[in-house]
C-alpha cells in the first residue's frame, strides 16, 4: 500500500512539474508585457522631470503635501521599485533554459502576474524535452516527498534490535 502511494506521489510530482516549461514561457509572456507598460510610465515620468530640470528623486521631491501629491509620490515610487524588479526578472529569464528558470523559483515572485498566468494556463501533454525532463524531477521529487513522509511515520513503530 505504501509503495502505491509513493509511486502515485511521483506521478503526480511528474505531471504537476511537467507543466512548468509552458507555464514559465506564458509568464515571461506577461512579464514582458508588465515591463513594456512599466518602462513607457518611468519614461514619461524621467522624461517629465528632465524637461523641468530634475532628477527622478528631485521631481518626486517636488511634490508638494497635498494627499493626492503624497498618493502620486507613493505610487510612482512603488512603480519605480516594481518596474526594476520585474526588469532584473524578465533579464534573467528571458534566455534562460527550462532548468535555469526551474532552479530560479524567486524569479517568479511577483504574485500578481502569476495569477493571472494561472487564470490563463491550460495543462498540455509535455511532447518537448524540457517537459520530459522536467517530468522526471518531478516524479523524483513526489517519490522522494512521499518516501520520507511514510519513512517518518513509521520510524515510531520500528522494532529495536537486540543486541
Do not use: C, H
Not at 77 to 86: I, V
Not at 116 to 142: E, L, Q
Amino acid at each position: 500500500m505504501l509503495r502505491m502511494l509513493t509511486m502515485a506521489g511521483g506521478i503526480a510530482g511528474a505531471v504537476g512539474l511537467s507543466q512548468f516549461p509552458e507555464f514559465s514561457q506564458q509568464y515571461l509572456q506577461r512579464l514582458s508585457g508588465a515591463v513594456d507598460e512599466l518602462k513607457i510610465v518611468v519614461g514619461a515620468f524621467d522624461a517629465t522631470a528632465a524637461i523641468s530640470g530634475f532628477t527622478r528623486d528631485e521631481a518626486l521631491a517636488q511634490l508638494g503635501d497635498s494627499q493626492f501629491e503624497n498618493d502620486l509620490r507613493e505610487n510612482m515610487t512603488d512603480s519605480f521599485k516594481r518596474f526594476d524588479g520585474l526588469r532584473a526578472d524578465y533579464d534573467a529569464l528571458k534566455n534562460a533554459d527550462t532548468l535555469t528558470r526551474l532552479s530560479q523559483p524567486w524569479r517568479f515572485a511577483d504574485a500578481d502576474l502569476v495569477a493571472r498566468t494561472w487564470d490563463d494556463f491550460k495543462p498540455a501533454v509535455p511532447v518537448t524535452t524540457d517537459g520530459a525532463i522536467s517530468a522526471g524531477i518531478g516524479f523524483v521529487g513526489g517519490y522522494g516527498i512521499m518516501s520520507a513522509l511514510f519513512a517518518l511515520l513509521k520510524w515510531p513503530f520500528r522494532r529495536r534490535r537486540r543486541a
